[in-house]
């Protein structure tokens, strides 16, 4: 089955610092990948849709500058925390569906837990 | 994409069906019924979906209403290990780049 591949797994850093989380979709094409994040108790809230080759769509009151979210090739997605803070500690989540197949369910990695200290 | 309702929680013993509803009256003719779960501190996980048919999968099986205006997602033999978030989403299914919004979704806990 598709695999999506999401790296770390968790990380800690120190509050004024950028944590980059890579998004892998390993044997399959996706031309669309998206950023999700979830905290204690509460659902998954998306951040970003994120396009190969072009900018990504930020969802209203995600900052884009602070979010950097970046789509080089049909299998690889990274988001960018810039200048983390506590509140930004939170489950990061990323998904990805085939290309070009519009009613295939979205396959998701396994999350990466942020810890800003 | 039309919005979805479901219980918050339920319980349901091992080894017994877990039936898990979800109302979808505003759904489209063209919107598809899709369910996934999420186990604590993982990523979510497909189970199933469909359009009107009922749907089997060696996971669960998915039974939408006549009027598709709310289906159910069944787990045959419920065990200790399907305890988690399910939640039931529907969409326009054309392109790969729409997006998927999740609700509150149902938690359940499947007892020993």
């Known amino acids: 089955g598709a695999v999506v591949s999401q790296h770390p797994s968790w990380v800690i850093c120190k509050s004024g610092t950028s944590v980059k989380i890579e998004c892998r979709s390993l044997d399959f094409q996706a031309t669309t990948m998206f950023w999700y994040r979830q905290f204690p108790k509460q659902s998954l809230m998306l951040m970003a849709t994120s396009n190969e080759g072009s900018k990504a769509t930020y969802e209203q009151g995600v900052e884009k500058d602070k979010f950097l979210i970046n789509h080089a090739s049909l299998t690889l997605s990274t988001l960018t925390v810039t200048s983390a803070h506590p509140e930004d500690s939170s489950f990061y989540i990323c998904?990805?569906?085939?290309f070009g197949q519009g009613n295939s369910p979205l396959h998701f990695g396994n999350g990466t837990r942020l810890t800003v200290t | 994409d039309a919005k979805t309702t479901q219980p918050p929680s339920m319980d349901c013993a091992e080894g017994r069906a877990a039936n898990l509803p979800c109302n979808h009256s505003?759904?489209?003719?063209?919107?598809?019924v899709y369910w996934y779960r999420q186990i604590h501190s993982q990523g979510p996980q497909y189970i199933i979906h469909?359009?009107?048919n009922n749907e089997t999968n060696e996971m669960a099986s998915l039974i939408i209403t006549e009027d598709r205006k709310s289906s159910t997602l069944i787990l045959p033999h419920a065990t200790l290990r399907d305890t988690a978030v399910y939640y039931c989403?529907?969409?326009?299914?054309?392109?790969?780049?729409?997006?998927?919004?999740f609700g509150p979704g149902t938690s359940l806990s499947v007892i020993p």
């Open positions: 989403i529907v969409r326009v299914a054309e392109t790969s780049y729409d997006k998927v919004i």
């Open positions: 998904s990805a569906r085939h």
């Open positions: 505003t759904i489209s003719g063209n919107e598809y």
């Open positions: 469909g359009l009107k």
